[in-house]
């Protein structure tokens, strides 16, 4: 039999492998083995962990999805500010920067400058701490948030595997590394994983992410580690702290100790002697942008060396010793060709541009939003005009401007915003106030399909192969109703408002689908229909958050249909909620509540829930444990505490079964003040009502549980 020392050693060893290979796939990009043989190393040691979870340990290759699915993030302070950058747009503009620069320094000094892309994603601080056998681990990461204060997204940042979750003794020594440092840089969402993601963000119904940074921001806040571990993030680390302050002599070593200490480095980084070689560097580095693999939006100029770094110092917000330079957007001219209108999922009309096709920003870019008709006014576009269309990133292009000089004035046509919806022929109405005309037709075929496919859609309930292609059929919607949806609305080409072989007219008819009629379908199998079948049979289980995020209730995403489902534990007590009631879940503020309140409001959405749970699905949440140790006890907050968020503070009373008001009075218990506090304060005071600061609240807290 194996001893406990000896699988011991066995699981050690696992280990060191699984995190060689890894960091040869995720930080070197050259992999020494194939994924399957990856796959093995990774079972084998999942299977011994599991046998002996005594050995387990939080830096294990196994644990990088170990994190529950978090109810929020708590806030932290930075160990050192996270500062942006000034900008320079032009040449000159760099130029006077480094005049600057030197005429800050003494006049005998050489100054080298570290040119480095300017990755577009989010910066991110991680944090290591002294662990075993005189190893680092990963004990924090922390977005940048407002600078002072960042939020704690670790479950998350462990998810990305070209970030180590510990760093070995040894290489700590060769880097020259005490075993508690912070390492910043940027996280990004390389465009690879970034299309794939809109891909599947389109064939589910949703809108696609605007471009890769907001994809990388709303993932690292997403609340489940394993939809995180599945985008795909990168780290590039850029600079490297010992109680909050650089300490290696140059920037330039810095960056070779963060790549000996096993970080992901970015490779085009280069150390120059003058300002003349970082423009080089920066012509340079302009036509790459197409080749990356992943965005970038200009470059940044670090001074080397950290003593002069200190000496320069900062402005306000910025270091004076470093700079970006961004890029000019990417831009092209073409010429409008036509304006199509797409119905969504609220029924809201959206006008479309067709472009001639124009590569710009690295793609062959045929369609543009228009937004609303708002916006085709203020452009003042015509059919037929020449425009300039911008990409700043972004997946789906704008048009800027018409460009007067090639304008056609013969071939121009005006637009005009159609007045029935292209697919139903209903009136469109535009609310008082609003800019949008939307389709009320909530029977709309293309409506009735947007809700489908959002209902499906990976990350709501879920279900697979129901996308684009089965939702048409099941519909009864053939290809060309498909294509009517986002074609003018030319009256005489509208197809029916309802084909007559349709299977399903709504959400709730899908868990009512037999399997015969499945059968009934073109190109459509046993197996297929089986899979569709067993798919769907198991999205009754996804849960009541999941339901509410997919019913498509406005300003209702992920996060907040998570609070709602902890906070009410059931549809019904959802239903029955006042905008009162609802407005006191944490993160919940008047517009959500009086959405949701709305929503229910319509005889519909009752109809459509109480069909749904009548065919079995699972309407119930596991309620967040509300403690008793403040029950009784009255809150109101004001000004500013030091670490912690109005909503932390609203959710840390209440998780303790307190209560938290807006007004003070005599039923005030207590009046929890941070900086500048104003009126509220003196009422307070005037009231008699006891007054804490942060400190005291906190203490309180602690103590009453
Ligand atoms: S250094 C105090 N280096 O750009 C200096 N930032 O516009 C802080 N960024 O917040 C940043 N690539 O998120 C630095 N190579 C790079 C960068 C970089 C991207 C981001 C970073 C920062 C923002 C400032």
């Known amino acids: 039999m194996a001893t406990a020392s000896s699988i011991e050693q066995q699981i050690e060893a696992l280990r060191e492998q699984l995190r060689h290979h890894e960091y040869l796939y995720y930080v070197l990009d050259a992999p020494e083995i194939s994924d399957a043989e990856y796959d093995v190393l990774m079972n084998r040691l999942k299977k011994l962990e599991g046998e002996h979870p005594e050995m387990l340990t939080p830096d294990s290759p196994t644990q990088r999805v170990g994190g529950k699915p978090r109810e929020g993030f708590a806030k932290m302070a930075h160990s050192r500010p996270m500062l942006s950058l000034d900008n320079a747009y032009n040449e000159e503009e760099l130029r006077a920067w480094d005049q600057r620069v030197r005429s800050g320094l003494p006049a005998s000094e050489k100054v080298r400058?570290?040119?480095?892309?300017?990755?577009?994603?989010?910066?991110?601080?991680l944090q290591y701490g002294a662990a075993a056998k005189a190893a680092a681990q990963l004990e924090r990461g922390l977005t940048r948030g407002d600078g002072s204060i960042g939020e704690d997204v670790t479950s998350n940042v462990r998810t990305i595997r070209s970030i180590p979750l510990s760093v070995a003794a040894k290489k700590l020594e060769t880097a020259g590394l005490p075993q508690s440092f912070e390492v910043r840089g940027e996280v990004v969402l390389p465009q690879a994983a970034f299309l794939k993601m809109n891909e599947e963000r389109v064939a589910a119904g949703l809108a696609p992410a605007v471009n890769p940074r907001n994809a990388a921001a709303g993932t690292i806040r997403t609340l489940e580690p394993n939809i995180v571990a599945q985008r795909r993030l990168d780290f590039y680390a850029y600079f490297l702290l010992r109680d909050g302050d650089t300490f290696l002599p140059t920037h330039t070593?810095?960056?070779?100790a963060l790549k000996t200490a096993g970080f992901r480095v970015n490779t085009h980084a280069k150390t120059v002697d003058s300002i003349d070689q970082a423009v080089k560097f920066i012509a340079d580095a302009e036509p790459l942008?197409?080749?990356?693999?992943?965005?970038?939006?200009?470059?940044?100029?670090?001074?080397?060396?950290?003593?002069?770094?200190?000496?320069?110092?900062f402005t306000g917000k910025a270091p004076r010793?470093?700079?970006?330079?961004?890029?000019?957007?990417?831009?092209?001219?073409t010429q409008?060709?036509?304006?199509?209108?797409?119905?969504?999922?609220?029924?809201?009309?959206?006008?479309?541009?067709?472009?001639?096709?124009v590569f710009v920003g690295g793609t062959t870019v045929t369609r543009a939003t228009l937004h609303n008709a708002d916006e085709i006014a203020r452009l003042g576009v015509k059919i037929g005009d020449y425009v300039n269309v911008e990409r700043g990133g972004d997946v789906i292009p704008k048009i800027v401007e018409v460009v007067d000089d090639k304008q056609h004035p013969r071939g121009t046509k005006e637009i005009v915003f159609p007045a029935k919806c292209p697919v139903c022929e209903t009136e469109l109405v535009r609310v008082e106030g609003e800019v949008d005309w939307r389709c009320v037709n909530?029977?709309?075929?293309?409506?009735?399909?947007e809700e489908l496919l959002h209902w499906a859609a990976r990350g709501v309930m879920n279900i697979e192969g129901l996308g684009d292609a089965m939702v048409a059929q099941l519909l009864g919607q053939s290809a060309v109703l498909e294509e009517l949806n986002a074609q003018g609305a030319d009256e005489e080409e509208v197809a029916p408002v309802v084909p007559r072989t349709a299977l399903i007219h709504s959400i709730a008819d899908l868990y009512r689908l037999k399997r015969e009629q499945l059968l009934s379908l073109e190109r459509v199998g046993e197996k297929t229909a089986d899979a569709l079948l067993a798919q769907i049979g198991r999205s009754k289980e996804a849960g009541l958050?999941?339901?509410?995020?997919?019913?498509?209730?406005?300003?209702?995403?992920?996060?907040?249909?998570?609070?709602?489902?902890?906070?009410?534990?059931?549809?019904?007590?959802?239903?029955?909620?006042?905008v009162e009631d609802l407005e006191a879940v944490n993160e919940v503020g008047p517009k959500v509540a009086q959405a949701i309140v709305d929503f229910f409001a319509i005889r519909k959405n009752q109809h459509l829930v109480k069909e749904l749970a009548a065919l079995g699905l699972v309407m119930t949440a596991e309620k967040r444990v509300v403690g008793t140790a403040m029950a009784g006890m009255t809150f109101v907050l004001t000004g500013t505490l030091p670490t912690l968020t109005r909503d932390e503070a609203k959710?840390?009373?209440?998780?303790?079964?307190?209560?938290?008001?807006?007004?003070?009075?005599?039923?005030?218990?207590?009046?929890?003040?941070?900086?500048?506090?104003?009126?509220?304060?003196?009422?307070?005071?005037?009231?008699?009502?006891?007054?804490?600061?942060?400190?005291?609240?906190?203490?309180?807290?602690?103590?009453?549980?």
Not at 672 to 700: H, P, R
């Open 113 to 125: 400058y570290v040119c480095e892309l300017k990755l577009d994603g989010l910066s991110m601080a």
């Open 253 to 256: 070593e810095t960056l070779e």
């Open 289 to 313: 942008r197409e080749k990356l693999g992943y965005e970038i939006d200009g470059v940044v100029l670090k001074v080397d060396a950290t003593a002069q770094q200190r000496r320069l110092g």
């Open 321 to 333: 010793w470093a700079i970006a330079y961004k890029f000019p957007a990417r831009a092209a001219i």
């Open 336 to 357: 409008l060709e036509d304006v199509l209108f797409q119905v969504g999922r609220t029924g809201k009309v959206t006008p479309v541009a067709a472009l001639a096709p």
């Open 442 to 449: 909530s029977s709309c075929p293309a409506r009735v399909r």
């Open 545 to 578: 958050a999941r339901v509410l995020l997919g019913l498509g209730i406005r300003f209702v995403g992920e996060r907040t249909a998570q609070l709602l489902a902890e906070h009410f534990g059931s549809m019904t007590a959802l239903m029955e909620a006042s």
């Open 651 to 705: 959710s840390m009373i209440e998780a303790a079964g307190g209560k938290v008001s807006g007004s003070v009075s005599k039923k005030t218990s207590f009046v929890v003040a941070g900086e500048e506090a104003g009126s509220k304060l003196e009422k307070a005071e005037q009231l008699g009502v006891k007054v804490l600061d942060e400190a005291a609240l906190l203490e309180m807290l602690k103590t009453q549980s």
